[in-house]
C-alpha cells in the first residue's frame, strides 16, 4: 500500500481525501459491474452460437406469422447438440429487458 491508501482521518483534508477515494471507488464498481454484465452477456451469446462446444440449447428455427419486431410466433429449441428432438414454444406477447419486464 502506498503512504496515501494507509492515511489516518486525523484531519479535514484527510476526511476530504477519503470521500474522495471512496467516490473514486464506487465509480470504477459501477464500471466493474457493467464490464461484468457485457461479459456475461457474450458468454451466453458465444455458449448459444456454439452448441457443438458448450452443449448448451439453441434455436433451431422460428414458425408462424412475424410480429413488429420480426419475430415469429413460435420457435424451436433444441436441448442440446446431437439431440434427436426439439421443443417448439409460444410468443406470449411479453417483452422482457434489461430494465425489466
Not at 500500500?1 to 483534508?13: A, G, I, Q, V
Not at 484527510?14 to 471512496?22: G, S
Not at 413488429?68 to 413460435?74: A, E, H, K, V
Not at 439431440?83 to 406470449?92: A, C, L, P
Amino acid at each position: 500500500m502506498t503512504k496515501n491508501e494507509m492515511r489516518s482521518l486525523n484531519s479535514l483534508e484527510d476526511i476530504e481525501f477519503a470521500v474522495k477515494r471512496i467516490d473514486e471507488l464506487q465509480a470504477e464498481n459501477e464500471k466493474l459491474r457493467r464490464a461484468l454484465d457485457v461479459y456475461k452477456r457474450e458468454r451466453d451469446r458465444f455458449r448459444h452460437a456454439k452448441p457443438e462446444i458448450t452443449g448448451a440449447y439453441f434455436l433451431t428455427g422460428g414458425h408462424g406469422p412475424k410480429d413488429d419486431n420480426q419475430m415469429p410466433q413460435f420457435i424451436e429449441v433444441c436441448p442440446a447438440y446431437g439431440v434427436g428432438w426439439t421443443k417448439i414454444y409460444e410468443d406470449t406477447g411479453r417483452t422482457i429487458s434489461y430494465e425489466g419486464s
